[in-house]
């Protein structure tokens, strides 16, 4: 049965720290790795995409994949209050679209 | 950037009745859409694959009967909640993607609220 799965927190992290955010999943097909933010009652919001092994950096946020560990993170640094929020993340087959996703974890900085 | 927009994004209606939930491709065409559910503090479940042209997906455990999908263009998906009950009040997400070109990227729609009473 194809899983992804997180930690559902909540997570607190002090403003300006670095937040820590873990998912590993269990089809090893998998080739599209996902992490989207989603503030309450809101749609999810993509921050970043990976499909290579090793460290993606965009901003603030850095995704690292580990497919021999089955294992994807998103580092958040000098973290914010807006950056309060659930963080789902999502896998799928490269080049198919279709997402299974995570059961998000969430995400609060304490100002 | 691409764009995908829902609506209505809030819609109560009365038990029994049927709703419908328009997905829209605002500037790219999109061959595939997909939809999602999420109940409060969930995560979100596929819920079927909608197909240009051709008849939807649905991921098991979704009655097709009652969550009727009709993706008449390239740029719009609809789907309908046909007697709806309390049970399907929840959060309704579409998503779409522009393809390889934008390297797969996937768009989600604002989503919609549905209430059933």
């Known amino acids: 049965q194809k899983e992804v799965e997180q930690n559902s927190g909540p997570l607190s992290v002090p403003e300006g720290a670095i937040a820590s955010l873990n998912c590993t999943y269990s089809?090893?097909?998998?080739?599209?790795f996902f992490w989207y933010r989603q503030y309450s009652g809101k749609s999810p919001e993509l921050i970043m995409s990976?499909?290579?092994?090793g460290d993606k950096e965009d901003g603030r946020f850095t995704a690292q994949l580990n497919k021999a560990s089955q294992y994807v993170s998103l580092l958040i640094r000098d973290s914010q209050p807006s950056d309060s929020a659930t963080y789902l993340c999502?896998?799928?087959?490269?080049?198919?679209?279709?997402?299974?996703f995570g059961t998000g974890t969430r995400l609060t900085i304490i100002p | 950037g691409a764009v995908v927009s829902q609506h209505p994004s809030r819609v109560i209606c009365k038990s029994g009745t049927s709703v419908k939930i328009e997905c829209r491709s605002l500037?790219?065409?999109?061959?595939?859409m997909f939809w999602y559910r999420q109940f409060p503090k969930k995560s979100l479940m596929l819920m079927a694959t909608?197909?240009?042209?051709?008849?939807?997906?649905?991921e098991q455990g979704v009655e097709k009967d009652k969550f009727l999908i009709n993706h008449a263009s390239l740029t719009l998906s609809t789907l309908t909640v046909t007697s709806a009950h309390p049970e399907d009040s929840s959060f309704y997400i579409c998503?779409?993607?522009?393809?390889?070109?934008?390297?797969?990227?996937?768009?989600f729609g604002e989503g919609s609220w549905l209430t059933v009473v």
């Open positions: 998503s779409a993607s522009p393809g390889v070109t934008s390297g797969n990227t996937i768009y």
């Open positions: 089809d090893r097909v998998s080739q599209s």
């Open positions: 990976i499909y290579s092994n």
């Open positions: 999502a896998v799928a087959l490269f080049g198919n679209e279709k997402l299974t």
């Open positions: 500037d790219f065409q999109a061959t595939t």
């Open positions: 909608s197909n240009e042209g051709s008849k939807a997906t649905y």
